[in-house]
C-alpha cells in the first residue's frame, strides 16, 4: 500500500513481461524440497517429494536458459568471481543459518537455559557485525573481497569448531559466549566482501539482479540446510541414545547428552562447509577488483 501510494514514476519494463513460468516451478520446487526432507510419512521424511522438487528446480534451469525474459540470467554464472561468491554464499550462510536456527534448542531443550537468556548468545553477532562491517568493507577495497572472505570463512569455521566442541560443556559464559563471538567477527567480515564481489562481478546494469540473486541464494542456502539438517539431527539424536526427540523439552534419561551430540555433529560439519566456502572465495574471486569494477 505504501508502495503503490508514495513511488511514482516506477512503470516497470513494458517490454519485459513477468517470469511466470520460472516463478512456478522454482516456487514449487523449493516448496517441495523442503516438504520433503521435513514432512514426516510412516518411514520418515518423504524422499520422493524432495526429488520431484529437485526436478522442478532442474526445469527452472532448463527454462531460464531459454525464455527471452528470465527472471535469473543464467549468463550471470558465466563469471568466476561472480559464480564463486555465490557458491561461497551458499556453504557459509546454508552453515550458519542451521547452526543458528537448532542452537537455541539445544540450550532451551538440553541444557535448560531460561527462554528469556538464549537471545543473548547470540548478542555478539550484532555488536561485531554492526561494528567491524564499516572497517572491514575498507579492508576489502584494499586487499581484495576474496582475501578477506577467504578470512571470515576461516574464522567462522573456528567458532563453529569451538561451538561443536564446546557444546557439552553446557557453559553459557566460558564456552558458548567465547564460540558466538568468533561467529560474530568471522560474520563480520563476510558481509560486505560478499556484496562487493557480486556486485564487482557483473556489469553496472544487472547489479540489481546480481544482488537479488545473491540474497536469493543464501535464504535458499538457508532453507535446505534447515531441512536437510533437521533430518541428520533427528537420526544422530536417536543414535546417541536420545529416548524423545531433538529440540522437545523433556526428562527423559540421556535427552540432554543426546542433544549435544547431535548438535555437535551439526556444528562441526557446518565447519567444513564454512571451510570450504573460504577456499572457494579465495581460489576464485579476484583477488582485487578491476579499475573498471570499481
Not at 573460504?278 to 583477488?287: G, M, T, V
Request: glycine content about 14%; overall charge neutral.
Amino acid at each position: 500500500w505504501f508502495i503503490l501510494r508514495a513511488v511514482q514514476g516506477d512503470r516497470g519494463r513494458p517490454g519485459e513481461p513477468l517470469d511466470v513460468i520460472g516463478a512456478l516451478t522454482i516456487t514449487a520446487g523449493l516448496g517441495l524440497i523442503a516438504l520433503g526432507l521435513t514432512a514426516e510419512g510412516e518411514a520418515g521424511p518423504r524422499p520422493a517429494l524432495a526429488w520431484t522438487g529437485l526436478l522442478l528446480v532442474a526445469v527452472f534451469l532448463w527454462w531460464e536458459g531459454r525464455t527471452r525474459h528470465p527472471m535469473l540470467p543464467l549468463s550471470l554464472f558465466k563469471n568466476p568471481g561472480f559464480a564463486a561468491a555465490n557458491a561461497a554464499t551458499a556453504l557459509i550462510y546454508g552453515a550458519f543459518t542451521a547452526v543458528v536456527f537448532f542452537l537455541p534448542m539445544t540450550m532451551i531443550a538440553g541444557w535448560d537455559v531460561p527462554e528469556a537468556l538464549a537471545p543473548l548468545a547470540f548478542a555478539p553477532l550484532s555488536v561485531f557485525i554492526g561494528g567491524l562491517s564499516a572497517k572491514v568493507g575498507a579492508l576489502s577495497d584494499r586487499f581484495g573481497p576474496g582475501r578477506v572472505i577467504a578470512a571470515g570463512g576461516v574464522i567462522l569455521a573456528l567458532g563453529l569448531t569451538a561451538l561443536g566442541l564446546g557444546i557439552s560443556l553446557e557453559n553459557f559464559w566460558l564456552a558458548l559466549m567465547p564460540a558466538t563471538s568468533l561467529l560474530g567477527i568471522g560474520m563480520a567480515m563476510l558481509v560486505a566482501p560478499l556484496s562487493t564481489a557480486v556486485m564487482s562481478g557483473v556489469p553496472g546494469g544487472l547489479s540489481g539482479i546480481a544482488s537479488a540473486t545473491n540474497n536469493a541464494v543464501s535464504r535458499v542456502a538457508g532453507l535446505i540446510a534447515i531441512a536437510a539438517f533437521g533430518t541428520i539431527l533427528a537420526s544422530r539424536y536417536s543414535g546417541a541414545g536420545g529416548l524423545a526427540s531433538f529440540g522437545e523439552l523433556s526428562d527423559s534419561a540421556g535427552h540432554g547428552a543426546a542433544m549435544n551430540a547431535a548438535f555437535q555433529a551439526l556444528a562441526l560439519t557446518a565447519a567444513a562447509f564454512a571451510a570450504l566456502g573460504a577456499i572457494i572465495a579465495l581460489s576464485f574471486i579476484p583477488k582485487k577488483p578491476s579499475k573498471s569494477d570499481a
